[in-house]
């Protein structure tokens, strides 16, 4: 079957630090990798995705990688900020295969001013 | 575009007591999909519809019903309430259901049942 499996947070850091989060995933077929951020209070959103090996996606200032031979798409972001606190999501989708996503646990980031 | 909106945004329930989560989306989307999120837990599917006419059983069904009304709505039922179903509710939908179609969110509806 499909799995992601993310750090466990929550991930506390000073503002302007450098921020990676893992995401590793095993897949049966070709997936389509993402990153969601979920803002307190909110519903989740889009942050970046990719949809073949070695691409990269990139948003906000966030990027990950498609790695196909580690099978990993790790979020980082150069410089965070406070209101980069939220939870964040990696996921994946399978073409061809099942409607249904597979998502993580998800990851709490929490910036420091 | 509203994108994707979910009613009530909270709602208090006594056990036993019923209730229907209503989910609209403007963007034409094909598939649809209902989650429960719980501290600890991440999002575990519910229901889900792949396209108009169809519904299929997530990981966590029991308890809940659903109805694709048309396109664009797709509501959850809680026939009997019942304290384990205490949780913060997504609807989600995406113009495909495989592959790099992403997923939009609605806000969330927030339920207690006492």
């Known amino acids: 079957g499909n799995s992601v499996t993310q750090m466990e947070g929550p991930v506390t850091l000073s503002e302007e630090a450098f921020l990676t989060i893992n995401c590793t995933y095993t897949?049966?077929?070709?997936?389509?990798l993402f990153w969601y951020v979920q803002y307190p209070g909110e519903g989740l959103q889009l942050l970046l995705k990719?949809?073949?090996?070695?691409d990269k996606g990139s948003n906000k200032g966030f990027e990950a990688t498609y790695r196909k031979e580690t099978t990993s798409f790790h979020l980082e972001k150069g410089s965070v900020q406070v209101s980069d606190s939220a939870v964040y999501f990696c996921?994946?989708?399978?073409?061809?295969?099942?409607?249904?996503?597979?998502f993580g646990r998800g990851t709490s980031l929490i910036v420091h001013p | 575009n509203a994108g994707v909106t979910q009613t009530p945004k909270f709602q208090v329930l006594k056990t036993g007591q019923s209730m229907t989560l209503q989910c609209a989306q403007d963007?034409?989307?094909?598939?649809m999909y209902w989650y429960r999120q719980d501290p600890g837990m991440g999002l575990r599917l519910i229901y889900y519809?792949?396209?108009?006419?169809?519904?299929d059983k997530g990981e966590v069904p029991n308890g809940y019903n659903v109805s694709r009304l048309n396109k664009r709505e797709f509501s959850l039922r809680l026939e009997s309430a019942a304290p384990s179903q205490t949780s913060v509710y997504f609807c989600?939908?995406?113009?495909?259901?495989?592959?790099?179609?992403?997923?939009?969110f609605g806000p969330g509806t927030r339920l207690t049942v006492t």
């Open positions: 963007m034409n989307h094909n598939s």
């Open positions: 989600a939908s995406s113009e495909g259901a495989s592959g790099g179609y992403e997923q939009y």
């Open positions: 996921a994946l989708r399978v073409s061809g295969g099942s409607y249904i996503p597979t």
């Open positions: 519809s792949a396209s108009e006419g169809t519904t």
């Open positions: 990719a949809t073949k090996a070695d």
């Open positions: 897949a049966t077929g070709y997936p389509s």
